[in-house]
């Protein structure tokens, strides 16, 4: 690590015995200052067990700074810039969700954890990509009204025999729509000794279209442990980032340059460094609101133990 900032940033860390958790779509530098990189549901679990740290940055999008305040609503959970947010968390409000739940009495309710903190403490539980299809197996309800992802909950109906009924009807991630059947044609013939693997989050045509569908850190692990070489990447770019930092000796190619999230990228080392001295913005939630979204939060974490 070489530059000043990062070595800044590291200084102030151990004076203020902070962690800095951060997501897999982080760019470089900022994973490389990083105590704990992972995909949502590592760092829940992460945030669920800071119990030494009297300060928190996450380096994520709101939701997930939102969820490690929900877990630890007596630390102070600071984000670099409050602007980054995750578009698709916001694609379900909470008047929405009680007119579905309303309309669909006798169904359970299963919110990604892409989700505004407002909509979660109605849901009897959370997913994250990694879980989606075991959280809805522990429901006992036939019908789930699942959220705001409608791309993840087809990825669950395909799996699972459920009704799911996607609430709103189509919630999406403006990044992962980037990404069509085409473009995995074009890679397969590009890299044809390639294994694919996209992200739930893609459409189901392409989810189809690939040779595996994965979480982020899922991603992660099966090249780690896999005897292949070759893997196109259907997900944000970053992500190929941090695979390559920690898994030497493979070939890894994205199946859409211009896959970028955008919010992901606003946590700057320079915004970073600041947070780290103002201790400021701090990520804040009614306390109601938390209370009531913790039973969600911790349903989620026990089924994925
Ligand atoms: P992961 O949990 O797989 O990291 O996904 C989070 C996300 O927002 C993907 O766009
Ligand atoms: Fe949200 Fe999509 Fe960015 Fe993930 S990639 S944080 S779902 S906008």
Known sequence: MSNTLQKEILKLKEEKNAIILAH?????????IA??????????????EIDDKDLVI??????????????NPDKKIVIPTLEAECPMAHMLPEDVLLKAKEENPDAGVILYVNSIAEAKQHAD?????????????????????FGPDKNLGTHVADKID????????DGHCYVHRLFHVEDVELKREQYPNAEIICHPECDIKVQKACDKVMST????????TSDKEEFVIGTEIDMITRINAEVPGKKLYPLLEGAICETMKLHTLEKIRDSLVNEAPQVTLPKDVADKSKKAVQHMLDVSK
Do not use: R, W
Request: charged share 20%.
């Open 24 to 32: 897999n779509y982080q760019p470089k530098e900022v994973q490389e």
């Open 35 to 48: 105590d704990f990189l992972g995909d949502s549901l590592e760092l829940c679990i992460k945030a669920s």
């Open 58 to 71: 996450f380096c994520g999008v709101d939701f997930m700074a939102e969820t490690a305040f929900i877990l």
């Open 125 to 145: 539980t959370l997913c994250t990509s990694a879980n989606a299809v075991k959280v809805a197996q522990s429901l006992p309800h036939d019908k789930i009204l």
């Open 162 to 169: 459920k009704v799911i009924i996607p609430v709103p009807k």
């Open 217 to 224: 850190g899922g991603m992660l692990k099966y090249i780690a």
